[in-house]
């Protein structure tokens, strides 16, 4: 099994679409990313957790799944990239590969320590592209198959409008 371990602001912070949101409403990005991430594990089947520093939550640590997306804020006094080398760490072994989303270059090293690959925010962003592409392919061609398919009648029926098609009674 994969495992996408992102750091939320540092992608929030690298993608055009969730800078430009951010600049509006950092919970809209947030929300924004969370959807966009449900998309990407739902069509890989990688499980995804999302980490945000705990930057403007207050209160203690806070977990929950949104979109079947695991959502996590991290208490006050840790950073979201603590959180996620001790994630890297819980999580890793003999049947789970660790990927970090980030493009924090010290965090790209502690995690790579942990064993687990990195990804960097663009490359994330190009990889999550190619999904939307692949899935809007994927929705065209069911699209296709669907109008191209017939309506199941049965004999009766069938026989019924072949009549009336030639002007039978």
């Known amino acids: 099994m994969d495992i996408l371990l992102v750091d939320g602001y540092n992608i929030i912070g690298a993608w055009p679409e969730l800078i430009e949101l951010k600049n509006r409403n950092l919970a809209n990005?947030?929300?924004?990313?969370?959807?966009?991430?449900?998309?990407?594990?739902?069509y890989t089947g990688s499980k995804v957790i999302i980490v945000f520093d705990a930057y403007e939550v207050k209160g203690i640590e806070k977990k929950y799944k949104k979109y079947n997306v695991e959502v996590i804020f991290t208490?006050?006094?840790?950073?979201?990239?603590?959180?996620i080398?001790?994630?890297?760490?819980?999580l890793n072994n003999i049947k789970t590969q660790i990927y970090v989303a980030t493009s924090d270059y010290?965090?790209?090293w502690a995690v790579f320590g942990?064993?687990?690959?990195?990804?960097?925010?663009?490359?994330l962003l190009i990889?999550?592209?190619s999904v939307?592409?692949?899935i809007e392919c994927s929705i065209e061609k069911t699209k296709e198959q669907i109008s191209a398919t017939r309506i199941q009648l049965?004999?009766?029926?069938?026989?019924?409008?072949?009549k009336w098609r030639r002007g039978e009674k």
């Open 85 to 90: 080398e001790k994630l890297a760490k819980e």
């Open 106 to 108: 010290t965090e790209q």
């Open 29 to 42: 990005a947030r929300d924004r990313l969370i959807e966009i991430m449900a998309d990407y594990q739902g």
């Open 154 to 162: 049965s004999d009766g029926i069938a026989a019924t409008f072949e």
């Open 75 to 83: 208490k006050a006094e840790e950073t979201a990239d603590e959180r």
């Open 132 to 134: 939307d592409q692949e």
């Open 127 to 129: 990889e999550v592209q």
């Open 114 to 123: 942990q064993g687990a690959l990195r990804i960097s925010a663009r490359e």
